[in-house]
């Protein structure tokens, strides 16, 4: 059975910082893409950083870039993300994403989401 389970997410004030966690299992963790996306209350869903299969290389949006950090470990099956500096704009519900194939098909797969809360 395919899960991803979030965690670490909580309320923060400005400035501080929020390490994400998400546990994989079910699937070849190290063959799929992993991603973090968040959604803010009346906006829609958005990419944050992802990191490739092998951990070579990493992307984020322009709003997150040198305040956020993606990383994967293998070992553990675990994906993170490491934010400082939030901002209250960094509110949203946080999800991790994996894109992979199984059985020469496209499959992606969601965990359930945490909540990130910025505010004094």
């Known amino acids: 059975q395919v899960q991803l389970v979030e965690s670490g997410g909580g309320l923060v004030q400005p400035g501080g910082s929020l390490r994400l966690s998400c546990a994989a299992s079910?699937?070849?963790?190290?063959?799929?893409?992993m991603s973090w996306y968040r959604q803010a209350p009346g906006k829609e869903r958005e990419l944050v950083a992802g990191?490739?299969?092998?951990?070579?290389?990493?992307n984020y949006a322009d709003s997150v870039k040198g305040r956020f950090t993606i990383s994967r470990d293998t070992v553990t099956n675990t994906v993170y993300l490491q934010m400082n500096s939030l901002k209250p704009e960094d509110t949203a519900v946080y999800y991790c994403?994996?894109?992979?194939?199984?059985?020469?098909?496209?499959?992606?797969?969601w965990g359930q989401g945490t909540q990130v809360t910025v505010s004094a």
């Open positions: 990191i490739t299969s092998a951990g070579g290389s990493t």
């Open positions: 994403k994996a894109v992979g194939f199984r059985i020469g098909v496209s499959v992606v797969y």
């Open positions: 079910g699937f070849t963790f190290s063959s799929y893409v």
